[in-house]
């Protein structure tokens, strides 16, 4: 009697999981969804600038034009401005991460006038799910030519990624 049913679960088991396809996140992805993220990278953090009408939120080196990601945006307007460098032939997106929340935009393509490579830019709302992961957790990863690379905030400046996003509103 034992076996007819197990065998009835078993079929049951396996018809069900030929029905549900389901593609696993690379193990980056997963890793760092349930886990603490990224470490900071020394010398690397998210520099917050504002002014009276607009807002700039930047990865990269203080005080130089090593930029590896830019968020501009307009007071209360809810809408981002993403900037970023690609090389030469390089697919014209940017394609971020945050906790397991992916998206990627359609850039605009031209060529940089600061290193030999494209400059990318594309927009996006505030409101998208990988924005709002990365306001609560303090970091964003950036996709390039199937590499990834994680953007995380040094102790004491993750409140700069807060108020970027209060003033995009």
Aim: proline share 7%.
């Amino acid at each position: 009697m034992r076996a007819p049913a197990l065998l009835a679960l078993s079929g049951l088991a396996l018809s069900a999981a030929a029905c549900a396809k389901v593609e696993a996140p690379p193990p980056a992805l997963l890793t760092d969804a349930v886990g603490a993220g990224p470490a900071p990278v020394e010398g690397y953090d998210w520099f917050f600038h504002t002014d009276d009408a607009s807002a700039r939120l930047a990865y990269g080196l203080a005080e130089s034009d090593d930029l590896k990601l830019g968020l501009d945006c307009q007071r209360g307007a809810g809408r981002l401005e993403l900037s970023a460098i690609a090389d030469k032939g390089a697919k014209p997106e940017i394609y971020v991460e945050s906790g397991g929340d992916t998206e990627r935009f359609p850039a605009r393509a031209e060529p940089s006038q600061l290193h030999d490579g494209l400059f990318l830019s594309a927009e996006a709302s505030a409101a998208e799910p990988v924005f709002q992961r990365f306001r609560r957790i303090g970091w964003l990863a950036q996709w390039r030519d199937g590499a990834r690379e994680a953007y995380a905030a040094q102790p004491g400046s993750a409140a700069n990624i807060e108020r970027f996003f209060a003033f995009c509103g």
